[in-house]
């Protein structure tokens, strides 16, 4: 016997933990295809299991997330938000863009710029051509993902919320 050796504890966040990983294994053999947290929470909601799961309800209908819960080198292509861009004669402008890289070694990652379509801040369109590496810092704040609107031939990206834009 070892009277001296330090052993983890237990207590019931193990058993919880150990529950949603078993749960989600049983899922994922069915057939559900869980690769995040959204999914592992959607696909999960509605069970027995709704009690032990933290809403994120409340990050999903926030106008921003903060950008300091999420590190520069786990920043993946298609996150939105607001970059902070300089011109020549030092003003600064701020533009609503979409990652299409990850953070590179030098700190930059390759972003897709937005245009507004009108003036309430909350719809906009994808401007293909204006592509640019910026540094990570001067992406300002991280916005949820757009609603995708059709009409016809164009392609809008409606917010629930106006971001705070300063184009050009």
Known sequence: M?????????CTADGVGGYLNRTADEKMATGSDICDAST?????????????????????????IDKGNIHPSKTPEGV???????????????????????????????IMFYKTVDDTGRRFKQVET????????????????????????RIYFDFDEPLNVFEK
């Open 130 to 153: 204006d592509i640019s590496y910026e540094p990570y810092d001067n992406i300002l704040e991280i916005v949820p993902n757009p609603n995708i609107i059709e009409k016809g031939k």
């Open 40 to 64: 592992f929470y959607h696909t999960l909601h509605g069970s027995t299991l709704s009690n032990f799961i933290p809403s994120i309800s409340n990050v999903e209908d926030r106008k921003l």
């Open 2 to 10: 070892e009277f001296f050796r330090s052993r983890p504890r237990k």
């Open 80 to 110: 939105h938000g607001l970059v902070k861009v300089s011109s020549v004669k030092n003003i600064h402008y701020t533009y609503l863009g979409v990652t299409k890289s990850e953070v590179h070694e030098g700190g930059e990652v390759k």
